[in-house]
């Protein structure tokens, strides 16, 4: 995702500034949906399911890479945007499930270590 700016400026021949003004604002709200709508869908389904938040991870992690095709395949820019939302909306709902899969398996005292050595792996 980091390198889509580059592929819009030059599959649709945008100027930077183009990018910046309407990618930007999108990635930043389907970053900020995506998580917020994970974590309650796979808190509600590690209830009802065991291991339900690794479902959701599982889940976003095989559909991701068949919405990026279809994404990046777009033929004019408006399509593009459109498929990019929901693509980017599969792909952030990875992240909260693991992330509290993580706290799961670990006693609540060392739970803000084993979340700080996650992030400085990754």
């Known amino acids: 995702m980091a390198w889509t700016p580059s592929y819009l400026i030059k599959q649709y021949g945008l100027a930077p500034a183009e990018v910046g003004a309407v990618f930007g604002p999108l990635s930043a709200i389907i970053g900020i949906i995506g998580p917020l709508v994970a974590g309650p869908f796979s808190d509600v389904l590690n209830r009802r399911v065991p291991a339900g938040r690794i479902y959701v991870t599982l889940a976003a992690l095989i559909i ?7 994404t990046y395949a777009a033929p004019n820019l408006e399509a593009f945007y459109l498929r990019f939302t929901f693509y980017g909306l599969v792909l952030t709902t990875w992240l909260p499930p693991i ?12 739970r803000g270590a084993i979340i700080s050595f996650y992030i400085l792996t990754m």
Request: charged share 10%; no cysteine; hydrophobic share 65%.
């Open 99 to 110: 992330y509290a899969a993580f706290l799961d398996l670990v006693l609540p005292r060392i």
């Open 64 to 70: 991701s890479p068949f919405l990026a095709a279809y």
